[in-house]
């Protein structure tokens, strides 16, 4: 715990001026973002008496190590800036909303030829037309249901979509006419397009002009006495007018606005946002966050403001966003809104009629949100605490390891050795910093020296970054225990004795991936293997404890625990002991080792497959210097199989678009050194496929196809 007069600056160095600041933590990690409108008052109220601090407010400055900040123009500058930084560093002590799921919208593919509709979740992508977001995903495809009927517009996927053209049957839906089939030509393109035009116009809420022309024709057709016809369009407006039913009129005029509402106590909030397009509630979302400081309702929907436009643009961004309370200054925000609709945005509170009302409704809601929070949280915070405490207590630690990694191997056979490390942070998974490696230190099946291998590597790069941040440096003045310096540039060089390796003799994340020392050491951001464990959990018994343990010793790192889990009997065992720490099981401790366990092998033996997926498709083409994917299919296509281009000769080779004469040379040279693979066998059948080669084209009636090598079901996968 650090004291924060120990990093306080002068008052006299802090401007006074706009701007925004960081705390960073003794491993230079932002912890805390925030903005002012004078960076001197604000940072002053940090610096009081603790005693006179807001309880997590006091954490908060007691974790910190250091502040900094940058100077602004404007108050909209820095709360952009804000943004953009609570974003990049996700720091652990701002207000984060935790959103649940992710929200689903109604999605009109504008963008392809073919327009389609559909339920659309995560990123939203340019050319398409969003409705919603809606609570359920059912309640979308209910909407859709009804209005089939009338806008008969494409739902289908891409596959679907071809193979109905390739064989000139459209879908059910086609056949019942809930599609207008333009797989196989019933409409052109154009009145395709028109169709979903239209659709999008009812979505939008301009609903009264299409109902009365649909009725006008429904009553034309009667005179005539196209009474199929007639009885047809009154269906029709039936199911629109059913749809319709589902999203009431609240507020007249067809307005379009976000009502937002919080409700709070001393350590939670909860907001709850009712999006209303056209004069209906078009959907629902909702948020949970920990008040990590001492913060005003004000404050409370700026932050909320921030994370519901910041990524926004145009329409995404209604004309009137009505909130129980105003941010402290207003004009920013306001502006900053009005700068990402790219037309004024009204702010406000309401006071009277039919928002007022519907405000009412919002904030029932987000009580309602607040308190069934709280009810699933209560016994969740309980038990991860109590969870860590038996940890602790079992393995004799100082303090409960609020930081844990897990490491596991996963082989098949001997073959595609890989490991995988996983990170729970108090309890819960952090995905952002799970890492795989690939074991390239030896060959064959030894999980002791991979285990011993994979820890080895991990806190070289610990060491590596403490020492270039100026946290460690071993007092030898010349060289260090990694045998590696830094260079002028940022990154690590190698040393003497080290071959001109990198640190750790090659580290690889991410199938490959070599990760150097020209990270950023000052930008806040999470770099890789930077920050320590309290306790690191291998998957194994006594063998892989003792291996992970003599790693560390070999760094010189004695100030982290290590515990290994047993599958068989789930036994912990720590280093030294002949006998392993038996924890009950109905203990929280064991359970979450447990967790931890089985997701740091279910980590690795993903990676695993795919490394193994990888190689079973392999050919010798992949083996040709500049052959990429599309000129790799376009040979196979003209071909046939690997085996028929390998007879070929160069000139024929040129023959397929985009290969030239030289590169023509390299495949011919390449497919004559490989030697042939052997004979690809349908496991389904047993038969032998005498024109394929593995990793070029399917077997017969999508059957599955190996080439003469071990499956899961021939192989044992650990």
Request: aromatic share 6%.
């Amino acid at each position: 715990m650090a004291d924060p007069s120990s990093y306080r600056p002068r008052p006299g160095d802090i401007p006074d001026s706009p701007g925004v600041y960081r705390f960073r933590d003794e491993h230079r990690r932002v912890i805390y973002v925030g903005k002012a409108k004078s960076l001197r008052q604000r940072l002053a109220n940090y610096f009081q008496d603790l005693a006179n601090l807001h309880p997590r407010t006091r954490t908060m400055v007691t974790t910190a190590a250091s502040v900094e900040w940058t100077v602004v123009s404007t108050e909209v500058e820095a709360l952009q800036l804000e943004y953009s930084w609570i974003k990049e560093y996700d720091p652990r002590f701002n207000v984060k909303y935790r959103d649940d799921k992710s929200y689903p919208y109604l999605a009109v593919t504008m963008n392809e030829q073919f327009p389609r509709v559909q339920v659309m979740r995560g990123h939203k992508k340019k050319g398409v037309r969003y409705f919603g977001p809606y609570a359920h995903a059912w309640a979308i495809r209910d909407t859709v249901d009804l209005l089939l009927r009338v806008f008969p517009v494409r739902t289908c996927s891409a596959g679907v979509f071809k193979n109905a053209a390739r064989t000139g049957r459209p879908c059910l839906l086609g056949y019942i006419g809930k599609c207008s089939a333009p797989c196989v030509g019933r409409i052109t393109p154009e009145d395709h397009r028109d169709l979903a035009e239209e659709f999008c116009d009812f979505m939008a809420g301009r609903t009264g002009t299409y109902l009365r022309r649909l009725e006008k024709q429904m009553m034309e057709a009667a005179e005539e006495m196209e009474y199929e016809r007639a009885a047809r369009l009154r269906d029709d407006i039936e199911a629109l007018k059913k749809a319709m039913e589902k999203n009431a009129v609240v507020l007249a005029d067809a307005t379009d606005a976000d009502l937002i509402a919080v409700a709070e106590d001393e350590l939670e909030a909860a907001v709850q946002i009712f999006h209303v397009r056209g004069g209906r509630v078009r959907g629902q979302r909702g948020w949970v966050t920990d008040k990590v400081e001492e913060v005003t309702t004000g404050a409370l929907v700026e932050h909320a403001l921030q994370q519901l436009y910041g990524e926004e643009s145009g329409d995404a961004v209604p004309k009137e966003v009505l909130v129980p309370a105003l941010p402290e200054p207003v004009e920013p925000v306001q502006e900053w809104l009005t700068g990402r609709r790219g037309s004024n945005v009204s702010l406000r509170i309401p006071q009277r009629g039919d928002k007022k009302a519907l405000m009412e409704t919002v904030q029932r809601n987000a009580q309602q949100a607040l308190a069934l929070h709280k009810t699933r949280r209560a016994s969740d915070l309980t038990t991860r605490s109590r969870a860590l405490e038996e940890i602790a207590e079992a393995l004799d630690l100082d303090s409960a390891p609020l930081r844990i990694e897990c490491y596991d191997i996963s082989h098949l056979q001997g073959d595609d050795v890989v490991a995988s490390m996983v990170v729970f942070e108090d309890g819960l998974q952090r995905k952002s910093e799970y890492r795989r490696f690939q074991i390239k230190g030896f060959a064959g099946q030894d999980d002791v020296r991979s285990m011993h291998e994979v820890i080895t590597r991990r806190f070289k790069r610990y060491l590596a970054e403490k020492e270039r941040t100026g946290e460690w440096t071993d007092g030898s003045g010349t060289e260090d225990p990694l045998a590696a310096g830094t260079g002028t540039d940022g990154t690590l060089t190698a040393g003497p004795g080290t071959g001109g390796s990198l640190p750790d003799g090659g580290a690889t994340l991410t199938d490959g991936e070599v990760i150097t020392g020209s990270l950023k050491d000052d930008d806040g951001r999470p770099r890789k293997f930077a920050y320590p464990p309290q306790l690191v959990v291998v998957d194994g018994g006594q063998p892989q404890v003792a291996a992970a343990r003599r790693a560390l010793d070999e760094l010189g790192i004695d100030d982290i625990a290590v515990c290994g889990l047993a599958k068989r009997l789930e036994e912990v065992w720590v280093p030294g002991e002949d006998d392993p720490v038996v924890l009950p099981r109905t203990s929280e401790g064991l359970y979450l080792l447990q967790r931890v366990r089985d997701e740091a092998h279910r980590f690795a033996i993903t990676y695993q497959r795919t490394k193994r997926a990888k190689r079973f498709r392999a050919g010798p083409l992949d083996d040709v210097p500049g052959l990429g994917e599309t000129r790799k299919q376009a040979l196979i296509k003209h071909f046939g199989s690997v085996k028929k281009l390998r007879s070929a000769t160069i000139e024929q080779i040129q023959e397929v678009p985009g290969i030239g004469r030289k590169t023509a040379e390299t495949i011919a040279v390449a497919l004559a050194q490989a030697a042939p693979a052997a004979p690809a066998v349908n496991t389904a059948t047993g038969e032998i496929i005498e024109d394929e080669e593995p990793g070029t084209t399917g077997g017969s009636s999508g059957e599955p196809v190996t080439a003469g090598v071990p499956d899961e079901r021939r192989g044992q996968e650990t």
